[in-house]
């Protein structure tokens, strides 16, 4: 008898370890939208990473085209790319991480127009905003409740470089911080520069500029990643098919690489988006769009930092804005502003290559972030 006790009890606690494990499995999964097609704004899902398989659960129409979104801990930011139509402007939400639910709790201009990308700090005490149009930079406080503070530092770049159709003014594209925190990366497309500024967290003057790396003259950095173990950081340009490879130390980056960033056979239009590596660092992964529609894939040498190309994956959609690899490292998503549709593809951990697996329809998808679910 108590021999079939103790078989019960353990079949009950093995069933709750494989819930449990079921559970950490899974995320929430929110995608930014644009929203002039009928989107309605911010949609939730949640996201299985053992199958890769995402589920519904509500949007928000409290926003315009939030082409971007940054998450931290249970506070969403997101950015209104208005395309100059009004002012361009941040909103702060509470996510409610028991059901998914957002709730809005305040919107502000940045100052600049068509901002497209933001990011906090660890602390959550600041929120960095990347104006493409305006070609500034907008810093806000953050209250405790992870509301935006009406207070706000605005830089402004100037200038431009020789592409005169794309770069005839400055195009801030990112603002992301190097993983120490001690300053914030700014590639500017029009100024075909990244600029970089020293951020001491002070609540009246976060950031202030400090040096800059100069990139090809019509490349058009647009965004920048760094390596999550080493010192090492890459940067995917817009306007030319070059992948730059960096060391660095502090704020000194000496470029030990330039590659390009599509096969060397292709001759239609194409145009950089997005640049990733793998949460194991093995491996870079860049989007390209245009006529090209596809994913290229890196091996990153250990030692050196220096990439080689392992083959190009076709998109499965086109204009493959954004993708993100899930928390597990098991999936990679794939957003195509162009087909209305958000592709995910298994990926190999040892080899670094993608196979794609399914599709979800939703109108323009431009972002995907992952949060865990409580």
Not at 8 to 33: E, F, H, N, P, R
Not at 41 to 59: C, D, H, M, P, R
Not at 64 to 84: F, L, M, Q, R
Not at 96 to 115: A, H, M
Request: glycine fraction near 10%; charged fraction near 20%.
């Amino acid at each position: 008898m108590k021999k079939y006790i103790f078989y019960i009890i353990g079949i009950i606690l093995a069933g709750t370890g494989m819930q449990s494990k079921a559970q950490d499995m899974a995320y929430y999964m929110i995608v930014g939208t644009y929203t002039h097609t009928g989107s309605k704004g911010i949609y939730v899902y949640k996201f299985n990473a053992q199958t890769g398989k995402a589920e519904f659960l509500n949007s928000s129409s409290s926003i315009k085209n939030p082409s971007y979104i940054t998450i931290h801990k249970d506070n969403i930011y997101a950015v209104s790319e208005t395309n100059g139509s009004v002012p361009g402007s941040v909103s702060a939400y509470h996510f409610d991480r028991k059901n998914g639910e957002l709730k809005l709790l305040n919107s502000f201009p940045t100052g600049g127009d068509d901002p497209c990308y933001l990011e906090t700090d660890s602390s959550g005490r600041f929120l960095v905003v990347a104006n493409y149009s305006g070609g500034s930079i907008t810093v806000f406080g953050l209250n405790r409740d992870g509301s935006l503070k009406p207070d706000k530092q605005l830089i402004q770049h100037e200038g431009g470089s020789i592409n005169l159709e794309r770069q005839g003014s400055p195009h801030v594209h990112q603002t992301v911080f190097s993983p120490d925190e001690k300053y914030v990366l700014a590639p500017d497309l029009g100024k075909d520069r990244v600029i970089i500024y020293c951020f001491d967290g002070n609540i009246n003057h976060p950031l202030s500029r400090d040096t800059e790396i100069v990139c090809s003259p019509g490349s058009g950095p647009r965004h920048v990643i760094f390596h999550p173990h080493k010192n090492f950081a890459y940067l995917i340009h817009e306007l030319s098919p070059v992948i730059s490879v960096y060391q660095y130390e502090g704020k000194k980056f000496n470029k030990i690489q330039e590659v390009n960033g599509w096969p060397e056979d292709f001759s239609g239009k194409t145009d950089g988006a997005e640049i990733l590596v793998s949460p194991d660092g093995k491996f870079l992964y860049t989007s390209h769009r245009a006529e090209q529609n596809s994913i290229g894939m890196f091996e990153i040498d250990p030692s050196t930092g220096m990439i080689a190309n392992i083959g190009f994956q076709p998109a499965g959609g086109k204009g493959p804005r954004f993708f993100t690899i899930d928390p597990s490292g098991k999936w990679l998503l794939a957003a195509h502003q162009g087909s209305d549709s958000v592709v995910i593809f298994k990926r190999n951990p040892v080899t670094g290559e993608l196979e794609e697996s399914h599709t979800i329809k939703l109108p323009i998808p431009v972002c995907i972030q992952f949060a865990p679910m409580k």
